[in-house]
């Protein structure tokens, strides 16, 4: 005799950069597998795919991951960690302060309401970057395997690494004649090799200037008084 299937509360995530609107569910127990290799992997490719792949299951109608920027995905699952875990997520701060020439170092417990979390747009560029006086690139926002490529570029500082990823979210190239999107990839890796420096840094500042996962939190040591203020950022310092 089958047994009766168990039924799960949705929920509905509006994605940041579009406003579009999908229906997930909590995640479960046949889930948890993943969770633990995202939460244990350090290896970018092994992290990508727990990330998509958490997003999939948990989505209930097709969601292409590939698709989307990597700050929709961090928005995703922080909703996901808040619907299904709780949405109050304790953090620990040490102080800092110094004391008598000494660090304070008392930890301070803070508890964060994860639905309070955004994704900041404040320091947002614009998407179409001038390189020269009649020609415009305009860029999408890093998606997972661009943010990923970044990520390597910062470790590495290889051009080609960084190239890599702005050709992966390259959306149009234009001119005072034409809108350019049917270019090839290797076309567009030719095209962006011959940027001057000053081009290449206007899309570094886009790049670390994207929009992302931002709280800033006002706190007093309990010990020693100290006020301060502690920035998060990003996946890793909400997804605990």
Do not use: W
Request: charged share 30%; hydrophobic share 40%.
């Amino acid at each position: 005799m089958a047994l009766p299937k168990l039924q799960h509360p949705t929920f509905e995530v509006k994605l940041p950069s579009t406003q579009k609107s999908f229906i997930f569910r909590p995640y479960t127990v046949k889930e948890q597998k993943i969770l633990l290799m995202l939460q244990e992997t350090k290896e970018p490719e092994e992290l990508s795919r727990c990330v998509k792949d958490l997003i999939e299951s948990c989505c209930t109608v097709d969601i292409n991951t590939d698709k989307l920027t990597y700050f929709d995905l961090e928005y995703i699952l922080l909703r996901l960690r808040s619907k299904s875990v709780g949405e109050i997520s304790s953090l620990a701060f040490r102080c800092n302060n110094q004391v008598a020439d000494e660090a304070c170092g008392t930890v301070n417990k803070i508890e964060l309401n994860l639905e309070d979390i955004q994704v900041d747009f404040s320091k947002a560029k614009s998407q179409e970057i001038q390189l020269q006086d009649t020609i415009i690139i305009k860029l999408g926002y890093p998606s997972i395997k661009s943010a990923r490529l970044l990520e390597q570029y910062n470790s590495e500082r290889d051009p080609k690494i960084l190239i890599e990823a702005i050709a992966n979210d390259t959306l149009t190239v234009a001119d005072q004649e034409k809108i350019y999107d049917d270019f090839t990839k290797d076309e567009l890796v030719t095209f962006l090799s011959e940027l001057n420096l000053t081009s290449f840094q206007s899309i570094l500042e886009f790049y670390v200037n994207a929009p992302k996962l931002r709280k800033s939190i006002d706190f007093t040591c309990r010990k020693c008084g100290f006020k301060d203020v502690i920035v998060l950022e990003g996946l890793t310092d909400f997804f605990v």
